[in-house]
């Protein structure tokens, strides 16, 4: 499994204007072969700051999806409303447990 972890720093009312486009996002997304969840959230006491969280089957999945015309979408929306900054990992998970 292949986990994404992104954290995205802005102002409130550029993620105010993004919020179509990050519903339009997460519908499609978790549409697609290979992804178990895609999730954007916002902090409770940082509302500048969005965070999102995705799951992929494999690495070849999460790179289709970086070839979507949502993934597209997205991004020129980001364009219009660009951000401050931008933190993307993503980890292979080999074995996960209960907590």
């Known amino acids: 499994m292949i986990v994404v972890n992104a954290v995205i720093t802005s102002t409130p009312g ?3 204007a993004l919020q179509e486009a ?3 996002m997460e519908i499609a997304s978790r549409a ?3 992804c178990d969840d895609y999730t ?3 902090e409770l006491n940082n509302p500048g700051t969005v965070r999102i ?3 992929w ?3 070849e999945a999460l790179m289709e999806h970086m070839n979507t015309p949502h993934m597209t979408a997205f991004q020129h929306a980001m364009g ?3 951000p401050s900054s931008m933190d993307v990992k993503f980890y292979e998970v080999t074995e996960i447990q209960p907590f």
């Open 14 to 16: 550029d993620i105010v």
């Open 22 to 24: 990050i519903n339009t």
């Open 40 to 42: 954007f959230s916002i």
């Open 57 to 59: 089957h494999t690495v």
């Open 80 to 82: 219009a409303h660009p």
């Open 32 to 34: 697609e072969a290979g």
């Open 53 to 55: 969280t995705e799951k």
